[in-house]
């Protein structure tokens, strides 16, 4: 890898009449981030240029959007779209829950910091006057990347928490929320996963089954998805990507964020749990909903 060679290829495909899209796909997505960065900086050090600008220049549309996403680094590229989630018209629930609820204690700390110097105020702060009630609650509790990270399982407790799951939700008239977020928003993987078996046992029902009946909304949305992600968070994604695509009209900004922020961390995954989900593979379900430039670059990140 020569950031120099690269530069100037990108440099090459930009400049004079017309821009080469597919020269650009190809540089851009045969690099990983970080050799982004370097050729980034490379690209201004030598060519006296900014690459970001120059391909906002001559890019548009969600083609331009993937590949600015590709330019930035990791956690930069969340910080922007928890903030896009909530400073453009109306608040992308989604985009909030999804981040919050799938991102580790370290990826969500780093988004933290960089999004209190990038903005001068904190992830809270924003998540605090954008969202209320219940919701704002657990995206708060999500955001301070508190949840127990070990692997320990103290079975008595396991038991104890389905049991307080019960009885906060099926058992009673009116839901406990708070109990729900308590126990969903800290407790780490593996006792979660002993905790919904043991749900199972009480309540006849799965986890989700309750989550769906006692709450709505937002709040549902976000605890469902923190209970996907503990169990399995490729075929959470799967499924973001396959709600993204399917009927009509395409979820533009969920569809590159999970292509983008997934690409170098867990796609092969993805990828097979939307197969084994949906019966279909991604790359025949982008193929079919994008087009253009826009589709070429992420059958690229889709990889196979």
Not at 184 to 191: A, E, M
Not at 232 to 238: M, V
Request: charged share 30%; net charge negative.
């Amino acid at each position: 890898f020569s950031a120099e060679q690269e530069a100037q290829a990108l440099r090459k495909a930009m400049k004079g009449l017309g821009t080469d899209e597919d020269a650009i796909i190809e540089i851009l997505t045969k690099l990983n981030v970080s050799q982004r960065q370097q050729v980034l900086i490379t690209y201004k050090s030598s060519i006296g240029r900014d690459l970001i600008d120059d391909l906002k220049s001559e890019l548009s549309g969600n083609f331009e959007r993937v590949i600015i996403g590709m330019m930035t680094p990791t956690t930069m590229y969340d910080v922007h779209e928890l903030r896009r989630a909530m400073k453009g018209a109306g608040t992308d629930e989604g985009c909030l829950i999804e981040i919050l609820a799938s991102r580790t204690n370290e990826e969500i700390r780093r988004i933290n910091e960089n999004y209190k110097c990038q903005y001068g105020c904190t992830l809270e702060e924003d998540i605090v006057s954008d969202t209320s009630s219940l919701f704002r609650r657990v995206l708060v509790s999500l955001a301070t990347g508190n949840r127990d990270e070990g692997t320990y399982v103290d079975d008595a407790l396991a038991q104890q928490d389905a049991q307080c799951l019960y009885e906060a939700g099926e058992k009673k008239w009116g839901t406990d929320e708070v109990q729900f977020m308590a126990i969903l928003c800290t407790r780490n993987r593996c006792h979660l996963l002993r905790v919904f078996d043991a749900y199972r046992g009480i309540a006849n029902k799965d986890i989700t089954d309750s989550i769906k009946s006692e709450m709505s909304g937002d709040l549902e949305d976000a605890l469902l998805a923190v209970v996907k992600c503990v169990r399995n968070k490729p075929a959470y994604f799967a499924e973001r990507l396959y709600k993204s695509m399917k009927g009509l009209g395409t979820d533009d900004n969920t569809l590159i964020r999970v292509m983008v922020s997934r690409s170098e961390i867990d796609m092969l995954d993805i990828r097979r749990e939307f197969l084994t989900m949906y019966g279909k593979s991604l790359h025949s379900f982008i193929k079919g909903d994008c087009s253009g430039d826009y589709r070429k670059v992420l059958l690229r990140l889709c990889g196979g």
